[in-house]
Nanobody
Framework: QVQVVESGGGLVQAGGSLRLSCAAS????????MGWYRQAPGKQRDLVAV???????NYADSVKGRFTISRNTARNTAYLQMNSLKPEDTAVYYC??????????????WGQGTQVTVSS
């Protein structure tokens, strides 16, 4: 069993900052990619940022220069530092872990999501 849990969402004014955390636990051998996605009401779930096991990162154009993804490989955790937040960043943010289990199965797991609301 593998679980992914996000935390750190909340309500913030435009221009403010939030830091999201994601922790994966359970029968994990190795995590390849950890990513953050977001879904606004009535819209599809979109990639925000992803980081691989080598520390290479990729960002959506809309967040480049404002958001930073990082991870602690030893602790199976990932973080999303969000600065200069805008009302259009309002969404439910989901963490995704692409990993190998201890039984050598490659799987993906999603967290339950955390709400981020940016007021104007």
């Amino acid at each position: 069993q593998v679980q992914v849990v996000e935390s750190g969402g909340g309500l913030v004014q435009a221009g403010g900052s939030l830091r999201l955390s994601c922790a994966a636990s359970g029968s994990i051998f190795r995590i390849h990619n950890m990513g953050w996605y977001r879904q606004a009401p009535g819209k599809q779930r979109d990639l925000v940022a992803v980081i691989n096991s080598a520390g290479n990162t990729n960002y959506a154009d809309s967040v480049k220069g404002r958001f930073t993804i990082s991870r602690n490989t030893a602790r199976n955790t990932a973080y999303l530092q969000m600065n200069s937040l805008k009302p259009e960043d309002t969404a439910v943010y989901y963490c995704n872990a692409d990993l190998w289990t201890t039984s050598m199965a490659r799987i993906e797991r999603w967290g339950q999501g955390t709400q981020v609301t940016v007021s104007s």
